[in-house]
């Protein structure tokens, strides 16, 4: 069974950093595309980060420059370093991995992890 569980959240000040965290299980996680979306209240869940297999990355604009999105292949988890957050950046944070199962494309989904930025 694939699995995303999603940690690191938290309530932080504005200009603070938070470290989340996504744990792979049930797949070739080393094969897979892997990304970072964030959804407000009331707003689309939005790409914050991706990050291919080869470790090509691709930031939203309102990021770039603040958050670094790096994967551990051996630990099956994929990281977001967020630094000078803002209260803009509140929202629930999700993990999306991309992958091919008998030639099938396939998203997972973690189930969210809260950020809240207060100013």
């Known amino acids: 069974q694939v699995q995303l569980v999603e940690s690191g959240g938290g309530l932080v000040q504005a200009g603070g950093s938070l470290r989340l965290s996504c744990a792979a299980s049930g797949s070739i996680f080393s094969n897979n595309i892997m990304g970072w979306y964030r959804q407000a209240p009331g707003k689309q869940r939005d790409l914050v980060a991706s990050?291919?297999?080869?470790?090509?990355?691709n930031y939203a604009d309102s990021v770039k420059g603040r958050f670094t999105i790096s994967r551990d292949n051996a630990k099956k988890t994929v990281y977001l370093q967020m630094n000078s957050l803002k209260p803009e950046d509140t929202a629930k944070y999700y993990c999306k991995q991309e992958r091919l199962w008998l030639g099938r494309p396939y998203d997972d989904w973690g189930q969210g992890t809260q950020v809240t930025v207060s100013s």
């Open positions: 990050i291919t297999a080869g470790g090509s990355t």
